[in-house]
């Protein structure tokens, strides 16, 4: 069953953890303001995941994660 990018959960933020160590825990993108807190990341369908690149990260190592591992583990 295919899910229309309408109705496709936004449970997804792009995380970086040299960003993170360089930008004192603002190590999530947001599509508005750059590198963030992870409250104020933009969340992402897994729909927008499979087509988007990741943005520019130090060491190229952005990446995506699941919102409530964020929450758990970096907030």
């Known amino acids: 069953m295919l899910i229309s990018p309408r109705h496709s959960q936004k449970n997804q ?3 970086s953890p040299n960003e993170s160590a360089i930008g004192d ?36 190592d952005a990446r995506w994660v699941e919102i409530g591992k964020a929450l758990r583990h970096y907030s």
């Open 25 to 60: 825990g603002a190590g999530f993108w947001s599509n508005d303001l750059g590198w963030v807190d992870v409250l104020s990341a933009t969340r992402f369908s897994s729909w927008e995941k499979a087509r988007l690149n990741l943005p520019m990260s130090t060491g190229q």
């Open 13 to 15: 933020v792009i995380y």
